[in-house]
């Protein structure tokens, strides 16, 4: 069985911080290391949009929107990456999925998905 559970997620307010982090399990992700993981976010009505990705040698891709704020990174002796979201705005507010493959900011380049964790910050 194939899993990547997210958690972390939670109501704040604007200027706080949360860790998210995504687990994964299962014959697929063995070895973990060789996956990129990418987080990506959804808010009700839009479309799902990239976030923050890293790569199998560690490599880190981020939308304009977020540098400078959250930072991703993967202990793969955990089979898990985090995303660490600083300084939280309200237009961070979405629901927030994890997923591993090949990486990138499409979300098609990535077979295997998580459900989802919601951040909500209010203002």
């Known amino acids: 069985q194939v899993q990547l559970v997210e958690s972390g997620g939670g109501l704040v307010h604007a200027g706080a911080s949360l860790r998210l982090s995504c687990a994964a399990s299962?014959?697929?992700?063995?070895?973990?290391?060789?996956?990129?993981v990418g987080w990506f976010r959804q808010s009700p009505g839009k479309e799902r949009e990239f976030v923050a990705a890293i790569t199998s040698d560690g490599r880190t891709n981020y939308v304009d929107s977020v540098k400078g704020r959250f930072t991703i990174s993967r202990d793969n002796a955990k089979n898990t990456v985090y995303l660490q979201m600083n300084s939280l705005k309200p237009e961070d507010t979405a629901l927030y999925y994890c997923?591993?493959?090949?990486?990138?900011?499409?979300?098609?380049?990535?077979?295997?998905w998580g459900q989802g964790t919601q951040v909500t910050v209010s203002s």
């Open positions: 299962g014959r697929t992700f063995s070895p973990f290391s060789r996956y990129a």
């Open positions: 997923a591993a493959d090949r990486g990138g900011r499409d979300p098609a380049l990535y077979a295997y």
